[in-house]
């Protein structure tokens, strides 16, 4: 019923940027909240940042004044802008939307299939 589609991952140098895009699509009639989430190989999944639809964004400590995460002008996409990259930071990202579909009444938490980031000299 709801798709997300990440893009914008790739192979970076440490120092580097990198700009992540999400946009979410189908029978969609609401969206509370967007964000970001990583895995890297052998750890569990990650908060890295998110943004409701309404009131102030939240950021991992690891990232915070090096990230920025924002919504696009329709409110169905979310971006992460990266700077100053890591080797830490290298991780599959997945987009995350709390969405609330047509025809019904509850919130329903909805997972992009990931990007691939690597930051390595």
């Known amino acids: 019923q709801v798709q997300l589609v990440e893009s914008g991952g790739g192979l970076v140098q440490p120092g580097g940027s990198l700009r992540l895009s999400c946009a979410a699509s189908?029978?969609?009639?609401?969206?509370?909240?967007m964000g970001w989430y990583r895995q890297a190989p052998g750890k569990q999944r990650e908060l890295v940042a998110t943004i409701p639809s309404g009131g102030s964004t939240n950021y991992a400590d690891s990232v915070k004044g090096r990230f920025t995460i924002s919504r696009g002008n329709a409110k169905n996409t979310v971006y992460l802008q990266m700077n100053s990259l890591k080797p830490e930071d290298t991780a599959v990202y997945y987009c995350?939307?709390?969405?609330?579909?047509?025809?019904?009444?509850?919130?329903?938490?909805?997972w992009g299939q990931g990007t691939q980031v690597t930051v390595s000299s």
């Open positions: 189908g029978s969609i009639f609401s969206i509370n909240a």
């Open positions: 995350n939307a709390v969405v609330r579909t047509v025809g019904n009444t509850y919130y329903v938490n909805y």
